[in-house]
Structure formats: C-alpha cells, structure tokens
T-cell receptor, first 111, second 112 residues
C-alpha cells in the first residue's frame, strides 16, 4: 500500500480564490481525519469521517471551510474564499484501531 | 470535549541524557494514548502507544507510562541521540479511531 496520498504537496494561491485539497486514505481504514498545522496552534483537528460520514466538524474554523468524502477512497477539503490566515500545512490521516497514518501534507500559502 | 495539555513546549538535552515529556487529559473515557514523532518537514509518525489497560510499555530506548487515576501519561527517551531531535506529539482518543486530539507538541533538541 502506498499509504495516505495527498495532493497537491504545495499550493500557492491568491486571497479570495477557491482551494481544494485532496486525500486518498489507506484502503480498509474506516476513519479519516483532516488536521491543520501551524506554528502558533500546533495540530488542530478540523473534521473527521467514519465510513464516509462526517462525525464531528466542530473544528472547522468558519463556513469558508467544507469537507466531503464521497466514497471510501477519496476526500476533499475546500476553502472558499481563501484568506492569508489560512496559510498552514494541512494533513489528512486515515485511522485504524486508533493509530493515525498521516499523508505528507499540503503546504498552503495564501498571498 | 477532550483537552490535552503537553509539557514542556521545548526541551534541550545533551546527547546520552534522558528526556521526559508529559501530557495530561480531561476525559476519563479516553483509552488510547499514542505518541508521534515529526521530523522537520515531514509527517507525524507513530513511535509508541499505550492502551488504558496497561501502565507502562517499552520499546528499546523509548517508554510510555500511564496513570489513569491522575489522567496523565509520559514519554521517556533514554540515551538520547541527535537523530531523536524532532517535535513529539502526544494524543488521546477513545480508541477505534474516535476523535484523536493532539497535544501542542514538544520540540526536542539533542545536542551532540
């Protein structure tokens, strides 16, 4: 298995643009988490899914953020419109029996 | 909801010394306590974990201890080496993948 795959690895966009981050979890893992990492706030849980169903989105900072998981092998995190304070590394992690397997992350820069 | 506090935020030790990182949590129903290591520019990766029915677990130079009564757990690294330099995160979850919450991280520097 190739592990958790995220794309793109790097994204630079202008303020106000829509940004879509993608994640392919490990097959057979029934939980998927989206985290945001910054120096100031560490690893923040944004949302997580169980069997493709969103369970807890209380960490999503604003309505500008949305996430979907249309099937067991794909999830997206969308920011519309993006703002400079959204700049961070976004990690997707698939989880089995509690252990989180992280993707390589997407480094988002909003200018 | 669950709250996880991690201390210290930064730790500097001499090569060969021991390092200890501590975490406390609030939800007594939490039953899975993993530790992750994140090297510069890389993803967090699991290094050791403990479940609530065990008080201590060792894997070579690293060990984790759990005190359920006091709701705290610790990571111990002995005989530290420069390659141990990284950010270490504790985490807490109800197990089975439920809502894993991370501590703020400890940046460990091991000086040669």
């Amino acid at each position: 298995d190739a592990g958790v795959i995220q794309s793109p690895r790097h994204e630079v966009t202008e303020m106000g643009q829509e940004v879509t981050l993608r994640c392919k979890p490990i097959s057979g893992h029934d939980y998927l988490f989206w985290y945001r990492q910054t120096m100031m706030r560490g690893l923040e849980l944004l949302i997580y899914f169980n069997n493709n169903v969103p369970i807890d989105d209380s960490g999503m900072p604003e309505d500008r953020f949305s996430a979907k998981m249309p099937n067991a092998s794909f999830s997206t995190l969308k920011i519309q419109p993006s703002e400079p304070r959204d700049s961070a590394v976004y990690f997707c992690a698939s989880v089995k029996r509690g252990e989180a397997f992280f993707g390589q992350g997407t480094r988002l820069t909003v200018v | 909801g669950e709250n996880v506090e991690q201390h210290p935020s930064t730790l500097s030790v001499q090569e060969g010394d021991s390092a200890v990182i501590k975490c406390t949590y609030s939800d007594s129903a939490s039953n899975y306590f993993p530790w992750y290591k994140q090297e510069l520019g890389k993803r967090p990766q699991l290094i050791i974990d403990i479940r609530s029915n065990v008080g201590e677990k060792k894997d070579q130079r690293i060990a984790v201890t759990l005190n359920k009564t006091a709701k705290h757990f610790s990571l111990h690294i002995t005989e530290t080496q420069p390659e141990d330099s990284a950010v270490y995160f504790c985490a807490v979850s109800l197990g089975g993948g439920f809502k894993t919450i991370f501590g703020a991280g400890t940046r460990l520097f091991v000086k040669a």
